[in-house]
């Protein structure tokens, strides 16, 4: 069993920008960790960690991979970005909280950075900055399991009717539409805003995981109602406003 503590789905309160209020099940895949919100994986759920190559080569974190935090915490990547000469990873925020120092590997003995920022909630984004070495690299690519990948290169606000997919730990791959935007989850420490919703279904273990559009990010997996044997819905944390607070781009 995992020495993580299993995740619990919970019902939760959504509201529109209309105000239209509806029930909610979060299936955030987050488990409560030395008074922060941290993210766990549900017992038996394989996570997508970082390539290791034993051959010597170096260890790549791409989004759609787990990362490791010395508190304990396990978050997914969502996507990695930049600046001109230093590397990022975007999380989810309220995954992050409280949580230093991280590494690609559940042995915590591969260091990849540590958090530079983060807003939860509000919003539900964070930004871990890479380290510079020679021993890990950051591609700006999505890993969509069985060694496969999606290469992106730009980010863009999503629209109702785009055609997406997303990527979670416990489902994989799966795509959809876009059907909302501007909606609002209300959690137990207060409301995010923002969001956009799509029909694609989603299962405890998928927070964190990457949202794109062809070669375009789109967001990240925040929340989710219904299931995927009788059908449900996915909200996301938009990323271009995310990209422009910290002033970064995608590569």
Same mark, same amino acid.
């Given at each position: 069993?995992?020495?993580?503590?299993?995740?619990?789905?919970? +019902? +939760?309160?959504? +509201?529109?920008?209309?105000?239209?209020?509806?029930?909610?099940?979060?299936?955030?895949?987050?488990?409560?960790?030395?008074?922060?919100?941290? *993210?766990?994986?549900?017992a038996g759920v394989p996570a997508a960690t970082a $390539?290791?190559?034993?051959?010597?080569?170096?260890?790549?974190?791409?989004?759609?991979?787990?990362i490791y935090s010395s508190s304990g915490t396990r978050?997914?990547?969502?996507? @990695?970005?930049?600046?001109?000469?230093?590397?990022?990873?975007?999380?989810?925020?309220?995954?992050?909280?409280? $949580?230093? #120092?991280?590494?690609?590997?559940?042995?915590?003995?591969?260091?990849?950075?540590?958090?530079?920022?983060?807003?939860? /909630?509000?919003?539900?984004?964070?930004?871990?900055?890479? %380290? #510079?070495?020679?021993?890990?690299?950051?591609?700006?690519?999505?890993?969509l399991g069985a060694g496969g990948t999606q290469d %992106?290169?730009?980010?863009? #606000?999503?629209?109702?009717?785009?055609?997406?997919?997303?990527?979670?730990?416990?489902?994989?791959?799966?795509?959809?539409?876009?059907?909302?935007? #501007?909606?609002?989850? @209300?959690? /137990?420490?207060?409301?995010?805003?923002?969001?956009?919703?799509?029909? %694609?279904? $989603?299962?405890?273990?998928?927070?964190?995981? /990457?949202?794109?559009?062809?070669?375009?990010?789109?967001?990240?997996?925040?929340?989710?109602?219904?299931?995927?044997?009788?059908?449900?819905?996915? *909200?996301?944390?938009?990323?271009?406003?995310?990209?422009?607070? *910290?002033?970064?781009?995608? *590569?």
């Open positions: 069993m995992s020495p993580h503590r299993n995740e619990r789905p919970f +019902r +939760r309160a959504l +509201r529109t920008a209309a105000s239209a209020v509806a029930a909610l099940t979060l299936l955030l895949g987050w488990s409560a960790a030395t008074g922060s919100t941290a *993210y766990a994986r549900e $390539s290791t190559a034993a051959t010597g080569k170096a260890v790549e974190v791409r989004g759609g991979n787990v978050c997914t990547v969502g996507f @990695n970005a930049r600046t001109s000469a230093t590397f990022f990873g975007l999380v989810s925020g309220r995954c992050a909280q409280g $949580s230093s #120092n991280w590494y690609a590997d559940a042995a915590l003995t591969v260091f990849i950075g540590t958090t530079a920022g983060a807003s939860f /909630p509000g919003n539900d984004y964070a930004l871990i900055r890479y %380290i #510079n070495s020679t021993t890990v690299t950051f591609p700006g690519e999505v890993a %992106i290169t730009r980010a863009a #606000n999503p629209t109702v009717g785009q055609s997406m997919c997303h990527v979670g730990r416990t489902t994989g791959v799966r795509c959809g539409t876009v059907t909302g935007v #501007n909606l609002t989850v @209300n959690y /137990p420490e207060g409301s995010v805003s923002g969001l956009f919703r799509s029909n %694609i279904c $989603s299962e405890p273990g998928d927070a964190g995981g /990457p949202a794109y559009s062809g070669t375009t990010a789109l967001g990240i997996i925040v929340a989710s109602s219904g299931n995927c044997t009788s059908g449900g819905v996915t *909200y996301y944390q938009p990323v271009v406003e995310w990209l422009s607070v *910290y002033g970064l781009s995608m *590569y």
